[in-house]
């Protein structure tokens, strides 16, 4: 099995899919490979990942919360919920470690929810992606219902002088990561990370860790290059992922999974 991150990874600075990179996953699920994107993005941002190269299984999205169905265009899974309890919790222990900053939540339905109305902002929240997506509601309304995720940003800081201050916030009560420098940290439910959801995927296709090679560039990398059987770095990755690779390919701007996937297909 392939697992591959998308931006960053897949995708490089033109935020868009390489002819290159095109044919070679095509090839490889010709080969009868499955290919999963593992992301941190929430299942309405698949769809122009998914179509180019044709895919039809599964993607872990949200960073291992939802479990997406490309073909059939369905939530399969949701895990690791944040209650209202816990995130209004989160929410005042932020003002006062974090003072300036701005919340959203990702919550998840059952099909891609292309009219935006599961991403809930509260007013001046910035996107490091751009903002303009979003529905803006009062903190009350943001943290009202169940979410898979809860962002937080800061136009004053880095992503990660911030994921070190909520980390020593909150210890192991949720996981903390980024996939972006741009002032903006990822809170999941304790235990909920791409490998989680990768291991989810490989369970249901009957393939084990050994025959995994996952491709990633950010910390919430990490874990999935721990866990599969070879896990593969681009090479202008975070620190943290070049750490734990096991090999190191070119940056997403010079098709870097293809390059490593070439070998086979």
């Known amino acids: 099995m392939i697992a591959s991150d998308v931006d960053g990874t897949l995708l490089g600075p033109s935020e868009s899919l390489t002819g290159r990179t095109i044919a070679t996953v095509r ?7 499955p290919f999963v994107l593992a992301t941190g993005r929430p299942p309405r941002w698949i769809a122009p990942v998914a179509g180019p190269l044709e895919l039809t299984g599964y993607a872990v999205c949200a960073n291992g919360a939802v479990l997406y169905d490309c073909g059939r265009e369905e939530v399969v899974a949701v895990h690791g919920l944040l209650r209202p309890e816990l995130l209004h919790d989160i929410a005042h222990a932020l003002d006062k470690a974090l003072p300036g900053c701005r919340l959203a939540t990702e919550r998840v339905g059952t099909d891609a929810d292309h009219d935006m109305r599961n991403f809930v902002i509260e007013p001046d929240y910035h996107n490091p992606w751009g903002d303009g997506e979003g529905r803006t509601a009062p903190r009350a309304e943001v943290l009202g219902h169940p979410a898979i995720k809860l962002l937080v940003s800061h136009r004053g800081m880095s992503s990660a002088e911030m994921a070190d201050a909520v980390t020593a916030l909150f210890g192991r009560e949720v996981d903390v990561t980024y996939s972006s420098s741009g002032g903006l940290v990822e809170l999941s439910a304790h235990g909920i990370t791409k490998a989680t959801g990768l291991a989810d995927v490989a369970e249901r296709l009957d393939v084990g860790p050994g025959q995994v090679i996952a491709f990633g560039d950010m910390p919430n990398d990490v874990e999935m290059l721990r ?33 490593v996937l070439e070998r086979w297909f």
């Open 27 to 33: 090839r490889a699920i010709e080969a009868g490979v």
């Open 227 to 259: 866990w599969a059987g070879h896990g593969v770095a681009m090479e202008n990755a975070h620190p943290r992922l070049l750490a734990v690779a096991d090999e190191v390919t070119g940056p997403a701007g010079e098709d870097g999974v293809a390059q």
